[in-house]
Nanobody
Framework: QVQLVESGGGSVQAGGSLRLSCVAS???????MGWYRQAPGKERELVAVFTSIGDTIYADSVKGRFTVSRDSAKNTVYLQMNSLKPEDTAVYYC?????????WGRGTQVTVSS
């Protein structure tokens, strides 16, 4: 079992920045790890992830503004969010894939006001 704990959400004005962190509690190194988000009334969507082979995938809506990074030794993934927009408002979920199973964190709220 892998537990994911997110931190770093909050409220910010448009144009501001936030940094999210997610720690995976496991002795194993997790390669596939990243971030999704879900806005009210919308489906959960990919934001930025590392694939199992180390590639990164970004949603078109965040390219150039968000950066996903990781510390593999700590099983931690980060999401640096710059130039935030009101449409970035959502609950952000950490996601990890390990040995055929998918794990989710509880989510952290990000609210961007105009």
């Amino acid at each position: 079992q892998v537990q994911l704990v997110e931190s770093g959400g909050g409220s910010v004005q448009a144009g501001g920045s936030l940094r999210l962190s997610c720690v995976a509690s496991t002795f194993f190194t997790i390669n596939a790890m990243g971030w999704y988000r879900q806005a009210p009334g919308k489906e959960r969507e990919l934001v930025a992830v590392f694939t199992s082979i180390g590639d990164t995938i970004y949603a078109d809506s965040v390219k150039g503004r968000f950066t996903v990074s990781r510390d593999s030794a700590k099983n931690t993934v980060y999401l640096q969010m710059n130039s935030l927009k009101p449409e970035d408002t959502a609950v952000y979920y950490c996601n990890a894939g390990h040995r055929g199973s998918v794990y989710w964190g509880r989510g952290t709220q990000v609210t961007v006001s105009s």
